[in-house]
T-cell receptor
Framework: DAGVIQSPRHEVTEMGQEVTLRCKPI?????LFWYRQTMMRGLELLIY????????DSGMPEDRFSAKMPNASFSTLKIQPSEPRDSAVYFC???????????FGSGTRLTVV | ELKVEQNPLFLSMQEGKNYTIYCNYS?????LYWYRQDPGKSLESLFV???NGAVKQEGRLMASLDTKARLSTLHITAAVHDLSATYFC????????????WGAGTKLIIKP
């Protein structure tokens, strides 16, 4: 099992550009989370999918952020346009059926300059 | 408001000592998770506690859950430097499809 796979690992982009982060959950896991982590704000839940359906997106900061899960094996988080305050580490995590465990990906370190 | 409170938030300790991190939560839950995060790394699952009275141990770490008191503890026995990390607890909220509510994390530094 390769675990939760996120790409890219690092992304440096200019303010105003579109950024797309990608996540491949563990096969068989039916829940998927996108988190953002910063020193100032800690770990924040952005959006939560269950069986590919968004359950709670109340953590998405604003309309510049959008997330999709077109199938059980792929999810994207898009920021358009990006701003310097979006700089953070973005984690994707997937959860096993029955919510018996959640596995995090390695994260994408985003820097917006 | 659902809250998960960890204490202490910061702990500096000597090798060989025993310490406990506490995780209090404000809602009914039957699922409590402990994670470890090393600097610059991802979160690694340590324990999943699924019932009242559950106790799990891995090496020098032992976690327990008291659902009636809404309290979980992470006990460190004879600490070693390699256990230096930030430890998070998270509560699964059943009414919200087991969405996780996270504690702020406890940064643990173990000095030789």
């Amino acid at each position: 099992d390769a675990g939760v796979i996120q790409s890219p690992r690092h992304e440096v982009t200019e303010m105003g550009q579109e950024v797309t982060l990608r996540c491949k959950p563990i096969s068989g896991h039916n829940s998927l989370f996108w988190y953002r982590q910063t020193m100032m704000r800690g770990l924040e839940l952005l959006i939560y999918f269950n069986n590919n359906v968004p359950i709670d997106d109340s953590g998405m900061p604003e309309d510049r952020f959008s997330a999709k899960m077109p199938n059980a094996s792929f999810s994207t988080l898009k920021i358009q346009p990006s701003e310097p305050r979006d700089s953070a580490v973005y984690f994707c995590a997937s959860g096993s059926p029955g919510h018996l465990g959640y596995t995090f990906g390695s994260g994408t370190r985003l820097t917006v300059v | 408001e659902l809250k998960v409170e960890q204490n202490p938030l910061f702990l500096s300790m000597q090798e060989g000592k025993n310490y406990t991190i506490y995780c209090n939560y404000s809602t009914t839950s039957d699922r409590l998770y402990w994670y470890r995060q090393d600097p610059g790394k991802s979160l690694e699952s340590l324990f999943v506690l699924l019932s009242n009275g559950a106790v799990k141990q891995e090496g020098r770490l032992m976690a327990s859950l008291d659902t009636k008191a809404r309290l979980s503890t992470l006990h460190i026995t004879a600490a070693v430097h390699d256990l230096s990390a930030t430890y998070f607890c998270a509560v699964g909220v059943q009414d919200s499809n087991y969405q996780l509510i996270w504690g702020a994390g406890t940064k643990l530094i173990i000095k030789p």
